[in-house]
């Protein structure tokens, strides 16, 4: 009998396969942009749970690095240059930079001291974007045109678009699973079980949770880059407080320190979004009592809850 969890992840992956089909049959092209923002925010949500599900690392700061890809890209193209083998190792890079300044400090902390730390950088990093007037401030700025690769990708067709999303998923889910099961990836694993212990058995843990910290917001820029592409719009919003908070919202809902929990969680609220402010604007008073039954039922997200009904069955 198939498991839950393996039926769960072959639907969804199926499903998003499906959904440039399913638009070019209905003629209804906006779905792709609906689900290509649900797999973007997807791979935001599995470069935070590296450190969060993970580590252990409540970053409340992780749509800073949103921004800073997206803006690698809106910056760069207000100045004529279009070209994505420049504009996404830049934001990359940027990004990298920028949480290795902001990891050198908050990762020295923990808990509340970690969370607000983040914050406030994110915060800062918002305040910043929101006040380059030249490249759109609060107002945000249009592409001229979305990053340029030859005849190699052409991401002005949107199906193509769509896809190499959904490839960019594919390969950070690979690359999570990986990472659980390397050595980094086991330390890390032992600092957020028991952190003093790891120290004593002569391993640098400030040095580990750094490392995943960087390379977590480096994997989280690139949903910022294809973000800008695919809306064809840069915004200081991205950088907000409370896009970090949607992040976390999507780990906790699907499940921490599962490989594609976030990708669930990520999937349900951006639904969930779509279609419950198509009644009302005020979709989110509905989103508390919602989030509050999968604390109380399924503690550990919709994954969690999957892997519970799978016990039971086999129990």
Known sequence: MLRPRTV???VVLCAFAAVPIIAATFAQPHYLTVFGRILIFAIGAVSLNLVLGHGGLVSFGHAAFIGIGAYAVGILDTYGIDNGWIQWPLGIIGAGLASLIIGA???RLSGI???MITLAFAQLLYFLASGLTAFGGDDGMTLAARSFFGSLLNLNNQVVMYYVI???LLL?????QRFVTSRLGIVIAGIRSNEVRMRALGYATYRYKLIAFVISAMMCSVSGLL???????VTAQYLTWGRSGELLIMVLLGGMA???GPVIGATALLLFEEVASTFTEHWQLALGPLLLLVVIFAQDG???WLGGREKRRTG
Do not use: K, P, R
């Open 166 to 168: 959904l490839l960019v």
């Open 105 to 107: 400090i908050s990762v």
């Open 8 to 10: 769960a992840v072959a």
């Open 172 to 176: 950070f889910l690979l690359f999570e």
């Open 302 to 304: 919709i994954w969690g």
């Open 258 to 260: 599962s490989t594609f």
């Open 113 to 115: 001291y970690f969370i």
């Open 227 to 233: 973000l800008a592409n695919l809306t064809d719009f």
